[in-house]
């Protein structure tokens, strides 16, 4: 059992900067770990993956070159750094750890088989960005 804790989130106006944070405390299913956003009467989307220990990342398109995501599991922790906000962001973001580890980890295999319906999530932070 994972358990996941998100922080960080507020209301900006576009061109902001947010930096979200996640503790995760427990056994990790895997090394995956990633955020989602799920704006009001959307999808939940992947926004960025990233191997525990290994720093290997990958960004949805829709935030590559405005977010960054790291980690540092000797603190158990998780961080989406987003800049160059924009109203398009504006959703609830979530923590989540994968439970379908992949064969080979980098932050392509997590990002793209790494995370199912089952996934550890968090209870989410929201993030408004105002035009």
């Known amino acids: 059992q994972v358990q996941l804790v998100e922080s960080g989130g507020g209301s900006v106006q576009a061109g902001g900067s947010l930096r979200l944070s996640c503790e995760f405390s427990?056994?990790?299913?895997?090394?995956?770990m990633g955020w989602f956003r799920q704006a009001p009467g959307k999808e939940r989307e992947k926004v960025a993956a990233?191997?525990?220990?290994?720093?290997?990342?990958y960004y949805a398109d829709s935030v590559k070159g405005r977010f960054t995501i790291r980690e540092d599991s000797a603190k158990n922790m998780v961080w989406l750094q987003m800049n160059n906000l924009k109203p398009e962001d504006t959703a609830m973001y979530y923590c989540?750890?994968?439970?379908?580890?992949?064969?080979?980890?980098?932050?392509?295999?997590?990002?793209?088989?790494?995370?199912?319906?089952?996934?550890?999530w968090g209870q989410g932070t929201q993030v408004t960005v105002s035009s």
């Open positions: 990233i191997v525990i220990d290994g720093r290997s990342t």
């Open positions: 427990g056994n990790a299913s895997s090394k995956c």
């Open positions: 989540a750890n994968g439970r379908n580890p992949p064969r080979w980890y980098s932050g392509t295999a997590c990002y793209t088989q790494g995370f199912g319906d089952d996934n550890y």
